[in-house]
Every structure is written in structure tokens, then in C-alpha cells.
Antibody, heavy 117, light 107 residues
Framework: EVQLVESGGGLVQPGRSMKLSCAAS????????MAWVCQAPKKGLEWVAT????????YYRDSVKGRFTISRDNAKSTLYLQMDSLRSEDTATYYC??????????WGQGVMVTVSS | DIQMTQSPASLSASLGETVTIECLAS??????LAWYQQKPGKSPQLLIY???SLNDGVPSRFSGSGSGTQYSLKINSLQSEDVSIYFC?????????FGAGTKLELK
């Protein structure tokens, strides 16, 4: 059974940093691209970033370029999102998702990030 | 960026009814279109990929169609467990954009 379990969320002040983790199991992690998708409270879904199966390529939405870094450790089957210079508009639930040619075919339960002073 | 315009924003229907949700892409996405269902308080789940392929375990009352820039999701014989928010998403090009969502409620 595919499982994606996020951790690392919480309350953080504007301008500070936070790192999210996503532990994957139930599939061969290093065969799949992975992504982060966020959802602001009562809002829609927004793709944040994708990393290729081997970590060699990364893609970001414009609003997080230069502030967020997606990375992975295939030996640990873990995906990360380093979020720097956080803004109030980054407040959202962040989902880890497997990103294939079909779309985002498996999702984690999500982790809440609140950026507030 | 490819814009995804989803309609309607909300929909109220009776049990057993058939409902259709539309999604319009701002350019040709060559059927790289996915539909997701998000139940209250839960993570989204993939329903349909490549515009018309049903994901494993998804009931056959769900179907997708379309090509080019126009796509639709149809739910036949609406059940109570179908109350959800539905999102379309283009998987053709980065940034991978979603529609704003359709909230489906029971009448």
C-alpha cells in the first residue's frame, strides 16, 4: 500500500524558515517524480514544486522560486521542502504527492503551515 | 501559464441525478487532464487521468471526456458519498495548474 506521511508543519513567523518532510513507503520511491501541492484555507489547490525521480531536475511555481527548495533522499525514501523567507500568503496545507504522467496519483494527509507573527 | 477555467463553481443535485462539470484550458493540453475528488477534511484523490481513463477503484458512474481545450466530468446516478469538491488539473506543462474547483452538494 502506497503511503505518504508529511511532517514538519506548524506556526512560523514571517521571514523565517521551515522544512517539511514526506516519508514514502509501499512503492519504489526512486522510480517516481514527486511533488508538493498546497491548499490555502478554504481555497483551491496549487502546485508548488516537482522533483524528478533522481533529483536531477526541479520545477517551481513562480511565487516560490528562490525561496523554496524541493529535494529528496532516495536512500531514505523521503521528500523535502525547505521553505525560506516565508510570507503570510504561504499559509496553507501542504501535500506531498507522487507526480506521474497520469497526474498526482497518491497524496499524503497534508501538513498545515501557518505564517503569522 | 495554462489557465484552467472550471464551471460551475457550485452545484446542487438530487440523489440519482446525473451531473456534469466542465473544464476549459487556455490552450491545447492534448488530453493531459486529470480530475480529483476532495471529500471534506480529506486529501484529494485521483479519479480520472488522460481525460477519460478511470483510476483504479473509482466507481464506473464517473466518466471523463474531452480533447483539445474542453473537458468534462460526468457523474451518473449521484450517490450521497459523491458530495465533494472536484478539481480538474492540466498535467501537460509546468506550472501544473488546477481549476478553481466545483463544490457538489445534495439537494
Amino acid at each position: 500500500e502506497v503511503q505518504l506521511v508529511e511532517s514538519g508543519g506548524g506556526l512560523v513567523q514571517p521571514g523565517r524558515s521551515m522544512k517539511l518532510s514526506c516519508a514514502a513507503s509501499g512503492f519504489t520511491f526512486n522510480n517516481y517524480d514527486m511533488a508538493w501541492v498546497c491548499q490555502a484555507p478554504k481555497k483551491g489547490l496549487e502546485w508548488v514544486a516537482t522533483i524528478s525521480y533522481d533529483g536531477s531536475s526541479t520545477y517551481y511555481r513562480d511565487s516560490v522560486k528562490g525561496r523554496f527548495t524541493i529535494s529528496r533522499d532516495n536512500a531514505k525514501s523521503t521528500l523535502y521542502l525547505q521553505m525560506d523567507s516565508l510570507r503570510s500568503e504561504d499559509t496553507a496545507t501542504y501535500y506531498c504527492a507522487r507526480h506521474g504522467e497520469l497526474g498526482f496519483d497518491y497524496w499524503g494527509q497534508g501538513v498545515m503551515v501557518t505564517v503569522s507573527s | 501559464d495554462i489557465q484552467m477555467t472550471q464551471s460551475p463553481a457550485s452545484l446542487s443535485a438530487s440523489l440519482g441525478e446525473t451531473v456534469t462539470i466542465e473544464c476549459l484550458a487556455s490552450e491545447d493540453i492534448y488530453s493531459n487532464l486529470a480530475w480529483y475528488q476532495q471529500k471534506p477534511g480529506k486529501s484529494p484523490q485521483l479519479l480520472i487521468y488522460y481525460a477519460n481513463s478511470l483510476n483504479d477503484g473509482v466507481p464506473s458512474r464517473f466518466s471523463g471526456s474531452g480533447s483539445g481545450t474542453q473537458y468534462s466530468l460526468k457523474i451518473n446516478s449521484l450517490q450521497s458519498e459523491d458530495v465533494s469538491i472536484y478539481f480538474c488539473q492540466q498535467n501537460y506543462d509546468s506550472p501544473y495548474t488546477f481549476g478553481a474547483g466545483t463544490k457538489l452538494e445534495l439537494k
